[in-house]
């Protein structure tokens, strides 16, 4: 076990885990930040997407020894008032079914938008390809970022 300072959605924590422990885990099972969700494990669903250092992150395969000195951003995290673009294109077009991939999808499409605002049809499909959603709402989850990238 090892005490690591971590920031979390711009507050800082201290928790005494296993330096190999995933982030995901150290999410959910210490902060007790539950909106990220396990998905494969294996960093290749995008169900447990978070933003570290601004960058869409699979929390599944990254060690709390790897992230310890960033910044770590969760769903919870993307607005306090839950009224980022994002989440309200994603409202707007009624995106979830199951709901279960949406926090993910949400983080990737954030991160996205925070480096390219007016992304074309073809980037919204290459930065959301590794995103799985098995309810298949491919097609509003792609309406719902073109939505917020016009409402940034």
Avoid at 13 to 28: A, E, F, G, K, S
Avoid at 47 to 61: L, V
Avoid at 69 to 97: C, F, M, Y
């Amino acid at each position: 076990m090892a005490i690591f300072n971590l920031n979390v959605n711009g507050n800082q924590h201290q928790v005494d885990v296993d330096p190999d422990t995933p982030i995901l885990w150290v999410l959910r099972d210490e902060l007790r930040l539950l909106g990220t969700k396990y998905g494969c494990g294996i960093g290749q669903c995008g169900a447990c997407t978070i933003h570290i250092d601004g960058n869409a992150s699979r929390s599944c395969s990254m060690q709390v020894s790897q992230v310890a000195d960033k910044k770590i951003t969760t769903i919870e995290g993307l607005s306090e008032e839950i009224n980022h673009p994002v989440q309200n294109a994603w409202r707007t077009h009624d995106v979830p079914q199951c709901g279960y991939c949406q926090a993910g999808q949400m983080m990737s499409a954030s991160a996205l938008l925070s480096i390219n605002p007016s992304p074309t049809d073809a980037e919204i499909e290459t930065a959301m390809r590794g995103n799985i959603c098995r309810c298949a709402t491919y097609v509003r989850i792609h309406e719902a970022v073109k939505t917020a990238s016009q409402n940034l």
